[in-house]
């Protein structure tokens, strides 16, 4: 067992140190597959089986999607453990496969360039004395639950769990351009970390905001994650938090920011990423003449955690059923259950409130009435007024699903 200190302890204690070495050996592992275990996830139109892995440096039991770059998803019965989704079981998600297995924090610098007065080179220590702010946010991935579009859309076949739940530590964005000093006439901000893509001639991983939404004062560099340093994984030493925003946006380790005078042309900023421009990012498949726009604000969503599809409740029975909501880009203001296929609706409980970015735990009792097959369904709606839909949304995409989920049980 290597045991490490972090940099936000040796900030203070100021010892010479790599970190995220002790897992380069793993992060090229060909099989990281664990053999035995497999998940099934329920999709349909596909092959949904997956191999568990504990294979990746610093992370837990997760569900192996691929394994070059890693796409790795946190397994459901996570969410129903804590609010906060544990560093080690936050689910992963790279474009590129050249990933650097280990960060020097010491000679780490944080670029500032562009069309501002005063090019910076920041330090991590640099970056640990600006005014430190703390937030919990939802980082979901776009395509989360993408495996339950039909038909199926190419891309990764995610379940539910291509998203997590973390407190933020670190700096305002608006702190950093202003040391930086933006140039009248600014336009966007583009970000970009130190991970590369395979070949020299495709495009790097980058992503831009406008200048406004930067500046907010909300968008942060974060350097900890539930009070620990990132994995290396999830974006050691900094990483880009755009509240509300899907996660896309939210660049891992980020070295690079520069400011620009003109609109970012950059391909994962232009042409990735697009949703058509229309309610829910809602066509019919094979529908054309329809205008994309960027995949920008999350949408409310909701999942019971503690009942399973195919699980027996017993007829009668006071039933516990609880579970997670979000609002997407803005709190929660009610969740709704029903245990009858959505013929009748009551006002769940909500738990504690960690402010609007973040997961609200629900929950609430009801007994089953009669026996058979029923559906449980919970509905989020946000305090924007925004409600989950009855029907699912569909784009080539396989973005944004936020459809009032359907958990089939038996009643026995
Ligand atoms: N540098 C870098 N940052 C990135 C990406 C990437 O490929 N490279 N992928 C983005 C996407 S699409 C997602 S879903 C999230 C995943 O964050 P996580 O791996 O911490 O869960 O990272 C985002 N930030
Ligand atoms: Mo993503």
């Not at 650097?100 to 944080?110: H, M, Q, S």
């Not at 959505?342 to 609430?364: C, H, I, M, N, V």
């Amino acid at each position: 067992m290597v045991t490490e200190k972090t940099f936000l302890s040796r900030s203070l204690s100021c010892r010479r140190q790599f970190l995220g070495s002790a897992g380069a050996a793993t992060l090229a592992l060909t099989s990281p597959a664990l053999a035995d275990t497999v998940v099934k996830l329920l999709l349909p139109g596909g092959p949904d089986e997956r191999p568990m892995t504990t294979a990746f440096p610093q992370k837990g039991a997760l569900i192996l999607q691929r394994a070059r770059p890693p796409l790795l998803e946190t397994p459901f019965e996570v969410f129903d453990q804590s609010v906060l989704t544990p560093n080690d079981r936050f689910f992963v998600r790279w474009h590129w496969a050249v990933i650097p297995t280990a960060v020097n924090v010491d000679t780490f610098r944080l670029t500032v360039h562009g069309h501002v007065n005063q090019t910076l080179s920041l330090s991590l220590n640099d970056i640990l004395a600006l005014p430190r702010v703390e937030l919990v946010a939802i980082n979901q991935c776009s395509g989360n639950s993408r495996g339950y579009f039909q038909p199926r859309v190419p891309g990764g076949e995610w379940s539910h769990g291509a998203m997590g739940n973390a407190r933020w530590t670190g700096v305002r964005l608006k702190d950093v351009l202003d040391r930086a000093g933006v140039k009248a006439g600014a336009i966007q901000v583009r970000f970009n970390g130190m991970d590369e893509p395979v070949v020299p001639d495709a495009p790097d991983f980058m992503k831009s905001l406008d200048i406004d939404h930067a500046r907010d004062g909300e968008v942060m560099l974060a350097y900890a994650m539930n009070g620990e340093q990132l994995p290396l994984l999830n974006g050691l030493p900094l990483r880009l938090i755009v509240p509300g925003w899907y996660s896309t946006y939210w660049v891992k380790m980020l070295n690079d920011v520069e400011v620009l005078d003109q609109p970012d042309t950059n391909y994962w900023t232009k042409t990735a990423y697009m949703i058509p421009d229309t309610p829910r990012a809602n066509i019919r498949p094979g529908e054309t003449d329809v205008k994309f726009v960027p995949i920008s604000r999350m949408v409310p969503r909701s999942f019971i955690t503690n009942i399973k599809e195919g699980d027996t409740l017993q007829v009668g029975a006071s039933t516990l059923a609880r579970g997670i909501a979000f609002g997407g880009d803005s709190g929660v203001s009610r969740v709704d259950f029903s245990s009858d296929g959505g013929k009748s609706w009551r006002e769940a409980a909500l738990g504690t409130d960690e402010g609007k970015y973040s997961f609200r735990q629900w929950q609430l009792r009801f007994n089953p009435p009669t026996m058979g097959g029923q559906v449980l369904m919970v509905r989020c709606t946000s305090s924007s007024g925004a409600a989950q839909p009855d029907t699912p949304n569909w784009n080539p995409g396989g973005f944004m699903r936020n459809v009032i989920e359907r958990t089939a049980v038996v009643v026995a």
